[in-house]
């Protein structure tokens, strides 16, 4: 390359160097317009790109933000969780207890209100699904429990015991097809037997189709079978099936005691005088 | 002087104009973008560093110098503009890399890590300081040289994740 053109080369640099240093400096002393064509060109070739990129950045930063927040919730949500799950099962021992002390509270009543002597038992097995409708209770000879003592739940009669052994006593309920308590129905002294019928009912047996008995009568004990006191609540008449060609009709009854989920009882150990509340006159209530 | 030599090997094997071009716009534009939109947003002062000054750093190092001038008056522009203020401040700085870059190179071993590190916070500092002396004069001076030292400190800290894959691009693998 001869001298001269490297040198103008060399000037040209310079003066395009120079030029642009002094646009570029004098961008500092210009008052506030509109950008000139240059920086529009910039602004407009490189905004629209910055702007999604921005956008994406956003983007990103919500989505990691919220990751963020998410995994601070998702740890919240297990610590509450965990809370939730010891306060639930706190709940039910609590209104386990609650219930338990309400049973515990009418049986007491009941036992108070006997003014008998009576044993407290606990249901340990119920054996209500076989043929045979049973329980086991923990009570036994040690307690002075015997067989054909009668056993009460809160709310009428259970059945009586069958077995006794040194600690545990078993007790047939009156859902079991070979039980039987001579029962009258409350409302006009009807008579019969009542007996199980199938897991959750039983039947009032040997009542003469002439007999008037109708669904929602209180079936209660008649005190004449040696076993239960009179007047002690056993079942309400579900249904009433009457046959004209057939001796008898076939009553239904459901017991007042719901014996699936029976838990604590009462064996009586004498027969008592039994008060107002407990006998047929109140059953309505 | 080393990056003569290289200059001169590149020049007989044919320079990379192409990758020059990857590095002169699209990595530029993309470390631009990033700073734009991520580091000049971060909440702390110290952190909000020019990205652009480590880029200078190589392309002074690797490019042709017209090439590099070019490349500080362009990328110095854009900045100005989007800046709205100070124009001609990121130019000048990286124009100073430049020539700084040029003048030591025949003394020093330019492919050192800790070389082009203590440009880019040589760079980072000049800038910064002239930008807080004109924007804030000497009032703050205490807050001015605590922010840039920051500044420079944290430059100098991501310059080498900002510059290693510049030789990656101008295929210089084992350099």
Same mark, same amino acid.
């Given at each position: 390359?001869?001298?001269?053109?490297?040198?103008?080369?060399?000037?040209?640099?310079?003066?395009?160097?120079?030029?642009?240093?002094?646009?570029?400096?004098?961008?500092? @002393? #210009?008052?506030?317009? !509109?950008? /000139? %064509?240059?920086?529009?060109?910039?602004?407009?070739?490189? &905004?629209?790109? +910055?702007? *999604?990129?921005?956008?994406?950045?956003?983007?990103?930063?919500?989505?990691?933000?919220?990751?963020?927040?998410?995994?601070?919730?998702?740890?919240?949500?297990?610590?509450?969780?965990?809370?939730?799950?010891?306060?639930?099962?706190?709940?039910?021992?609590?209104?386990?207890?609650?219930?338990?002390?309400?049973?515990?509270?009418?049986?007491?009543?009941?036992?108070?209100?006997?003014?008998?002597?009576?044993?407290?038992?606990?249901?340990?097995?119920?054996?209500?699904?076989?043929?045979?409708?049973?329980?086991?209770?923990?009570?036994? @000879? #040690?307690?002075?429990? !015997?067989? /054909? %003592?009668?056993?009460?739940?809160?709310?009428?009669?259970? &059945?009586?015991? +069958?077995? *006794?052994?040194?600690?545990?006593?078993?007790?047939?309920?009156?859902?079991?097809?070979?039980?039987?308590?001579?029962?009258?129905?409350?409302?006009?002294?009807?008579?019969?037997?009542?007996?199980?019928?199938?897991?959750?009912?039983?039947?009032?047996?040997?009542?003469?189709?002439?007999?008037?008995?109708?669904?929602?009568?209180?079936?209660?004990?008649?005190?004449?079978?040696?076993?239960?006191?009179?007047?002690?609540?056993?079942?309400?008449?579900?249904?009433?099936?009457?046959?004209?060609?057939?001796?008898?009709?076939?009553?239904?009854?459901?017991?007042?005691? !719901?014996?699936?989920?029976?838990?604590?009882?009462?064996?009586?150990?004498?027969?008592?005088?039994?008060? *107002?509340?407990?006998?047929?006159?109140?059953?309505?209530? | 002087?080393?990056?003569?030599?290289?200059?001169?090997?590149?020049?007989?094997?044919?320079?990379?104009?192409?990758?020059?071009?990857?590095?002169?716009?699209?990595?530029?534009?993309?470390?631009?973008?990033?700073?734009?939109?991520?580091?000049?947003?971060?909440?702390?002062?110290?952190?909000?560093?020019?990205?652009?000054?480590?880029?200078?750093?190589?392309?002074?190092?690797?490019?042709?110098?017209?090439?590099?001038?070019?490349?500080?008056?362009?990328?110095?522009?854009?900045?100005?503009?989007?800046?709205?203020?100070?124009?001609?401040?990121?130019?000048?700085?990286?124009?100073?890399?430049?020539?700084?870059?040029?003048?030591?190179?025949?003394?020093?071993?330019?492919?050192?890590?800790?070389?082009?590190?203590?440009?880019?916070?040589?760079?980072?500092?000049?800038?910064?300081?002239?930008?807080?002396?004109?924007?804030?004069?000497?009032?703050?001076?205490?807050?001015?040289?605590?922010?840039?030292?920051?500044?420079?400190?944290?430059?100098?800290?991501?310059?080498?994740?900002?510059?290693?894959?510049?030789?990656?691009?101008?295929?210089?693998?084992?350099?």
């Amino acid at each position: 390359m001869p001298d001269w053109l490297r040198r103008v080369r060399l000037v040209a640099v310079v003066v395009i160097m120079g030029g642009a240093m002094l646009y570029v400096l004098s961008l500092n @002393f #210009r008052p506030p317009a !509109q950008m /000139d %064509m240059l920086q529009r060109t910039v602004v407009e070739t490189l &905004g629209p790109l +910055l702007h *999604v990129f921005r956008k994406a950045a956003q983007s990103m930063e919500k989505w990691v933000l919220g990751y963020a927040s998410l995994r601070h919730v998702q740890e919240e949500n297990e610590l509450l969780k965990k809370q939730r799950a010891f306060l639930e099962s706190e709940l039910v021992r609590y209104q386990e207890a609650f219930l338990e002390n309400q049973r515990l509270r009418r049986l007491l009543d009941f036992r108070d209100s006997l003014q008998v002597e009576t044993v407290a038992a606990e249901v340990v097995v119920q054996n209500a699904a076989g043929w045979s409708r049973t329980i086991i209770v923990n009570k036994g @000879f #040690r307690d002075g429990v !015997q067989t /054909d %003592m009668p056993v009460f739940g809160d709310e009428g009669v259970v &059945g009586y015991v +069958l077995d *006794v052994s040194e600690r545990y006593a078993r007790v047939l309920l009156l859902t079991d097809r070979d039980s039987a308590v001579d029962a009258l129905v409350q409302r006009n002294r009807v008579r019969g037997i009542l007996g199980g019928l199938d897991t959750d009912t039983c039947e009032l047996r040997y009542v003469r189709s002439n007999q008037d008995v109708r669904p929602g009568d209180l079936v209660v004990t008649s005190g004449k079978d040696g076993i239960f006191p009179e007047g002690l609540r056993l079942g309400v008449v579900k249904q009433v099936t009457k046959d004209p060609s057939a001796l008898f009709q076939q009553i239904v009854v459901v017991p007042t005691v !719901q014996l699936s989920v029976l838990q604590e009882v009462l064996i009586l150990k004498s027969l008592p005088n039994f008060p *107002v509340q407990w006998l047929e006159g109140t059953a309505k209530e | 002087m080393r990056s003569v030599a290289v200059g001169r090997l590149s020049e007989r094997e044919g320079r990379p104009w192409g990758k020059f071009l990857v590095v002169f716009f699209g990595y530029s534009l993309l470390l631009y973008v990033i700073g734009t939109v991520i580091v000049f947003r971060l909440p702390w002062m110290f952190t909000r560093v020019d990205l652009m000054m480590a880029v200078c750093v190589e392309v002074a190092g690797r490019f042709p110098l017209w090439l590099s001038i070019l490349w500080c008056f362009l990328w110095g522009y854009v900045s100005d503009v989007f800046q709205g203020r100070l124009w001609g401040l990121h130019g000048a700085a990286y124009l100073l890399v430049v020539y700084l870059h040029r003048l030591w190179s025949a003394q020093m071993d330019v492919w050192s890590l800790w070389y082009r590190v203590l440009l880019v916070g040589l760079g980072t500092a000049v800038q910064g300081v002239i930008a807080a002396m004109i924007v804030v004069g000497g009032s703050e001076m205490t807050g001015v040289v605590i922010t840039t030292v920051g500044q420079v400190l944290f430059s100098m800290m991501i310059s080498p994740f900002v510059m290693t894959p510049i030789p990656w691009i101008l295929g210089e693998k084992d350099r």
